[in-house]
């Protein structure tokens, strides 16, 4: 079975891409398996390292969206791409409107080995 960690780089992380097309959204939802049953609404992906995406487990700690005491914030911005369901798009078509922003983001960490397990937003 996929575990949380897994499943958390196989929704937000592409670091080999720098710049992305208006079509990036639509592929990338599709080929992470994002549009299954439903289209996602909304995802963020990270083109930053695995590494450093690890280490912000251990920068500022705040509280998740869902009152978990458990998230962090990055100390610095990451170039991550936004990916919002277009109004209108209708399952099985997932249109989605493709946004590249440099933000500092909010990941959800968890034990074993500390890893991101959720993405909590950007700020
Ligand atoms: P909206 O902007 O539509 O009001 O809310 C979108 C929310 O989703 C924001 O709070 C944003 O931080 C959050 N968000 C962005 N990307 C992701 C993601 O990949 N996963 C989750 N769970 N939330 C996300």
């Known amino acids: 079975k996929e575990s949380q960690a897994e499943k958390f780089q196989r929704q937000h992380m592409d670091p080999d891409t720098s710049t992305v097309t208006a ?8 080929r992470r398996n994002m549009t299954v049953g439903q289209c996602k609404p909304v995802n963020t992906f990270i083109h930053e390292p695995l590494p450093d995406v690890q280490v912000i487990c251990f920068q500022g700690n705040v509280t998740c969206k869902n009152g978990k005491p458990n998230c962090h914030q990055s100390s610095s911005k990451m170039r991550i791409t936004d990916c919002r ?3 209108g798009s209708k399952y099985p078509k997932c249109d989605y409107q493709t946004q590249q922003l440099q933000k500092s983001i909010i990941v959800a960490c968890e034990c074993v080995q500390y890893e991101t397990v959720d993405f909590d937003g950007s700020v």
Do not use: A, F, Q, T
């Not at 079509?23 to 939802?29: K, L, P």
């Open 23 to 30: 079509s990036y959204c639509n592929e990338m939802m599709k």
């Open 85 to 87: 369901l277009k109004k």
